[in-house]
C-alpha cells in the first residue's frame, strides 16, 4: 500500500509513474480532498484504472464504483457494524473495509461480514483524533507565519506534543504535503 497525500499537486505525474512501474503497489487516498487536490486525485485513479485502492474519502469510493474498481473502506470511514459492512458492499460494490480503531475487542467480535467481503484492522499505526486545514502550531509552538499560504502544505514538516490538564499527552504532526493531524499518545 501508498498513502497518497492530501496535497497531490505538482507530485501527481510522479506518483502515475510509481503506479505504473510497481503495479503491486496498491493507492491508498486519504480522506481530506479538497478542491484542486480532489480533482488531480479522481484523475489519477482515473488514468491509473487500479485492479484495487483504499480509500479513506467516500467521493474517491464512489469514482472507483461508478468506474468498476474495486476499492476498501479505509480505517478514517469508521466501520463500526454489520449493517455498514453490508450497505458498503450492496449500495456501492465496496469488496473490503477496515474495522475502526475507535471499537472495542468485544464490539468487533458482534461484527458479521457479508459474504466475499474481507475485513482489515490496522494495528501499526498511531491513532489520527483529527485532521485541520488550520495551522495548529501558531498557537503550539509559535509558527512565525501569522496565516498559512500556499507554501504551507506541500512544503511544511513538523511535529509537537502537547499535555492537558489530565495529563493525556497528544502529537500534533504536519507532514510534507498533508495537513495538519493530531493523534493520540
Same mark, same amino acid.
Given at each position: 500500500?501508498?498513502?497518497?497525500?492530501?496535497?497531490?499537486?505538482?507530485?501527481?505525474?510522479?506518483?502515475?509513474?510509481?503506479?505504473?512501474?510497481?503495479?503491486?503497489?496498491?493507492?491508498?487516498?486519504?480522506?481530506?480532498?479538497?478542491?484542486?487536490?480532489?480533482?488531480?486525485?479522481?484523475?489519477?485513479?482515473?488514468?491509473?484504472?487500479?485492479?484495487?485502492?483504499? +480509500?479513506? @474519502? /467516500?467521493?474517491?469510493? $464512489?469514482?472507483?464504483?461508478? !468506474?468498476?474498481?474495486?476499492?476498501? #473502506?479505509?480505517?478514517?470511514?469508521? +466501520?463500526? @457494524? /454489520?449493517?455498514?459492512? $453490508?450497505?458498503?458492499?450492496? !449500495?456501492?460494490?465496496?469488496?473490503? #473495509?477496515?474495522?475502526?480503531?475507535?471499537?472495542?475487542?468485544?464490539?468487533?467480535?458482534?461484527?458479521?461480514?457479508?459474504?466475499?467481503?474481507?475485513?482489515?484492522?490496522?494495528?501499526?499505526?498511531?491513532?489520527?483524533?483529527?485532521?485541520?486545514?488550520?495551522?495548529?502550531?501558531?498557537?503550539?509552538?509559535?509558527?512565525?507565519?501569522?496565516?498559512?499560504?500556499?507554501?504551507?502544505?506541500?512544503?511544511?514538516?513538523?511535529?509537537?506534543?502537547?499535555?492537558?490538564?489530565?495529563?493525556?499527552?497528544?502529537?500534533?504532526?504536519?507532514?510534507?504535503?498533508?495537513?495538519?493531524?493530531?493523534?493520540?499518545?
Amino acid at each position: 500500500y501508498f498513502q497518497l497525500p492530501e496535497c497531490i499537486g505538482k507530485d501527481a505525474g510522479k506518483f502515475i509513474d510509481l503506479f505504473k512501474t510497481h503495479t503491486e503497489i496498491v493507492p491508498w487516498f486519504p480522506s481530506v480532498l479538497i478542491g484542486e487536490n480532489y480533482k488531480m486525485a479522481v484523475e489519477l485513479l482515473e488514468k491509473l484504472r487500479p485492479e484495487r485502492i483504499v +480509500t479513506n @474519502n /467516500s467521493g474517491i469510493a $464512489l469514482v472507483a464504483f461508478k !468506474n468498476k474498481i474495486q476499492w476498501i #473502506a479505509g480505517p478514517e470511514m469508521n +466501520t463500526i @457494524n /454489520s449493517f455498514s459492512l $453490508l450497505s458498503l458492499k450492496e !449500495n456501492f460494490n465496496c469488496s473490503g #473495509a477496515f474495522i475502526s480503531n475507535e471499537i472495542s475487542k468485544m464490539q468487533m467480535h458482534g461484527i458479521k461480514k457479508p459474504e466475499g467481503f474481507e475485513l482489515y484492522y490496522s494495528i501499526y499505526h498511531p491513532i489520527r483524533l483529527m485532521t485541520s486545514r488550520q495551522c495548529l502550531f501558531h498557537q503550539v509552538t509559535g509558527c512565525v507565519k501569522d496565516v498559512m499560504d500556499e507554501k504551507c502544505i506541500p512544503d511544511c514538516s513538523r511535529n509537537a506534543t502537547i499535555t492537558n490538564l489530565k495529563n493525556e499527552t497528544f502529537v500534533v504532526e504536519k507532514s510534507k504535503g498533508n495537513y495538519n493531524a493530531v493523534y493520540n499518545e
